[in-house]
């Protein structure tokens, strides 16, 4: 009875209990640990060394970008990276296998990463920036001498005048670099050539075992199908930068990641990206791997359909290349300084953007690599810019294309009337006695005109009074209500331009009188213009351009709503399209003078599209720049009297703006003969045709 007594008194003290199981879960592992340590030591460490479990991202192929009918722009194709892993090896052998390596890679004509640059026995920083990162990853002094820079990496990498050529060194130094700056471990790496040819990979992995932690992974590539063709539209891709990394890093992306840099690629990211997935490595400490399998499946971006024609964006893009490569190479010498410009193409009815040509322009395949510092070097010191998107970003004076919207303003305010006769008398009586071009050129005037015909003979005397009498107040209104200096909404980077009278200075008739013609500070954007353009050809609507037709696949679609609201936020437009409060008579004047300049004897495009039999109602601008030749630009749409497309073209030092009007008339005549070819497609089949982009 005592024993029982005291087994119960044991069991009911909760305490004492307590005490007992810790004291048993502490001896259990005490034996454990002796097992562990003492007993079963050796074995365990040997067998924890091909053991460790190294995990890694497997990139997902990012969306396939297509044309409106189905033309593949930008895709993925599957390429070969060279990585490198910490292993137990030491700082000498290292600098044995980063020199082989380098070797084998240069010796297939591919290219290893690098953000250095020597010239002779000096590294050659590219900017300030680029200094300051390289002195922050070895947490050098900013006074640091050229001389001491090399000396340290020298001495801190062991890198002896006895054993390697400087040409040697400095391959090593490339990828030490890589490493310092970037950072890697046993269950990191980091990526030392990108996209490497078969034979590189077949190479190194024939001999892996002589390069220590050294591993080719295979992931998909961007490439880019049409070259140049659509750089600025599609953008490109390149290595995360460190300050995207940090933004990112809770997003999917890792320090190796691939991201959009520019264009559709940098506004659609979260879209085209994918999500990675995962794999899993077995290795030893050597680096070398006992086993791999993929632990999550990568899943692809979404594709994305664009509202581009490529047959248009093609003949743009040429267009726009042959009229200025010519200019450049007439015999008089007169437009030689011609040497850049834009084109853009849209849907008068839906602000759909057809084409959007920039010249010159780039290969966004260089990026996929990682682009050579020369290649970089020549894109960044060009004195053409080609990497600057000029349809979106670049202002231009428009010069005479603005004098639709002085017509409308002296028509809408009723300072003029539509068949008032006002006198052309050559010089300007007003302010600073402007002259009108006609009088410049041959001595003489246009006589009495209406509103109608100034704009098909462009009269600048007409719209000196029409300036005169309107005020720069009511320019600048109908400027602003047809999106001049405003963003237009297009998923690409766009600059805001400035209307004449905005500004916060004295103002003078002269100031209104050059503004009337377009000069004075007007400054707007191709996009601005022939979205304004496209106002006036479809009766008075301003839509808000885009360049997205789709995203996703037609079973997996990307919900309207959801893409609206991105590219709201993004873009910070409303998706909405705005009706001009201008009477529809009015608009049907201006009209009637574009396409008069274009379609009767006289009319200032008349020698470009008169004989021709292409129906394009437009209106030239010639306008003044600081220095060289002034620029040219054309506006206009087509067919003249039942409107669905509207063009701008603009060319840098292009001299008169019938020099860009020709770059329209070859487009126009290719968009004719794609609606012949359509229309043929449908009376043959007696189907509707779905993909033509008009």
């Known amino acids: 009875m005592k024993l029982k007594q005291a087994i119960s008194d044991y069991f009911n003290d909760r305490n004492l209990v307590i005490k007992t199981l810790l004291v048993i879960v502490a001896i259990i592992f005490i034996l454990r640990l002796i097992d562990l340590q003492l007993i079963n030591g050796a074995e365990y460490r040997e067998l924890s060394k091909t053991k460790m479990l190294r995990t890694s991202a497997q990139e997902a192929p990012r969306g396939t970008i297509y044309d409106t009918n189905g033309v593949i722009l930008a ?70 001498s050229d001389e001491q820079i090399i000396t340290f990496l020298y001495d801190k990498y062991k890198l002896k005048d006895s054993e390697y050529t400087l040409a040697e060194k400095q391959k090593i130094l490339k990828l030490r670099y890589e490493i310092a700056k970037n950072g890697y471990s046993l269950f990191r790496y980091v990526t030392i050539a990108r996209n490497v040819s078969y034979e590189t990979m077949a190479y190194i992995e024939e001999i892996k075992s002589e390069l220590g932690g050294i591993v080719v992974l295979s992931s998909p590539k961007r490439y880019y199908t049409r070259g140049t063709s659509l750089a600025h539209v599609l953008g490109y891709v390149s290595s995360i930068s460190s300050e995207e990394y940090e933004e990112l890093k809770d997003s999917g992306y890792s320090q190796n990641s691939i991201i959009g840099k520019m264009g559709i690629e940098s506004f659609l990211e979260p879209y085209l990206k994918g999500e990675n997935g995962v794999i899993r490595t077995e290795v030893d ?6 086993s791999e399998y993929v632990y999550k499946e990568a899943k692809s971006g979404n594709d994305v359909a664009l509202t581009i024609d490529y047959r248009l964006q093609e003949i743009s893009e040429q267009a726009l290349e042959e009229v200025i490569e010519g200019l450049k190479q007439e015999k008089d010498g007169k437009y030689k300084d011609a040497n850049a410009g834009a084109v853009v193409i849209t849907n008068v009815n839906t ?7 920039s010249y010159p322009s780039f290969d966004p395949n260089l990026f996929i690599s990682g682009i050579s510092y020369d290649d970089w070097n020549d894109l960044n010191t060009n004195d053409t810019r080609p990497m600057f998107n000029r349809a979106t970003q670049g202002v231009y004076p428009p010069g005479s294309t603005f004098k639709m919207i002085s017509a409308l303003a002296g028509l809408e305010t009723g300072k003029i009337t539509a068949t008032e006769l006002i006198q052309d008398t050559g010089v300007y009586s007003y302010s600073y006695n402007p002259v009108c071009w006609i009088y410049t050129d041959y001595g003489r005037t246009h006589g009495y005109i ?25 320019l600048v209104q109908y400027a602003e209500m047809f999106g001049l200096a405003s963003k237009t909404g297009i998923e690409l980077q766009e600059s805001l ?30 996009v601005q213009l022939v979205n304004y353009i496209a106002a006036i050809a479809n009766g008075g609507t301003l839509n808000r351009l885009t360049l997205i037709k789709q995203i996703g696949d037609n079973e997996t679609q990307v919900d309207y709503k959801e893409i609206k609201k991105f590219v709201e936020e993004k873009t910070g437009v409303e998706d909405i399209s705005k009706v001009v409060d201008v009477h529809e008579e009015n608009i049907e004047v201006v009209k009637d003078g574009m396409k008069r300049s274009s ?62 009007a020709v770059v329209a008339r070859k487009i126009a005549q290719k968009y004719y003969d794609i609606l012949e070819q359509e229309n043929n497609v449908k009376s043959n089949q007696n189907i509707s045709y779905p993909n033509i982009g008009f």
Not at 285 to 290: D, E, H, R, W
Not at 498 to 512: C, S
Not at 618 to 645: C, D, H, Q, R
Request: net charge negative; proline share 2%; with cysteine.
């Open 497 to 526: 331009g400035v209307i004449a009278g905005t500004q916060d200075i004295d103002w003078y008739l002269g100031d209104t009188l050059s503004a009337s013609i377009g000069q004075s500070y007007n400054s707007f954007t191709p």
């Open 599 to 660: 379609l009767e004897t006289g009319g200032g495009t008349y020698y470009v599209f008169g004989n021709n039999n292409v129906e394009v109602a437009g209106k030239t601008g010639t306008a003044e720049v600081g220095s060289g030749s002034a620029n040219a630009l054309f506006g206009g749409f087509a067919p003249a009297n039942n409107p669905e497309i509207a063009i701008v073209a603009v060319i840098e030092h292009g001299g008169a703006g019938q020099n860009a």
């Open 285 to 290: 400490a050597l680096g070398k791997v006992a």
């Open 351 to 357: 602000g759909e953007v057809l084409a959007l040509a």
């Open 75 to 144: 895709t993925s194709k599957i390429g070969y990276d060279v990585v490198l892993y910490a292993t137990d090896i030491t700082t000498e052998e290292l600098n044995s296998i980063l020199l082989k390596v380098t070797n084998i890679i240069e010796g297939n004509k591919d290219k290893v990463v690098s953000n250095l640059t020597f010239l002779d026995n000096k590294i050659v920083f590219s900017s300030d920036n680029v200094k300051k990162s390289f002195l922050n990853t070895y947490s050098l002094e900013d006074n640091i």
């Open 450 to 474: 209406t509103v109608s015909d100034a704009i098909k003979v462009s009269c600048n005397c007409y719209f000196y009074e029409v300036g005169r009498r309107t005020g720069v107040k009511s």
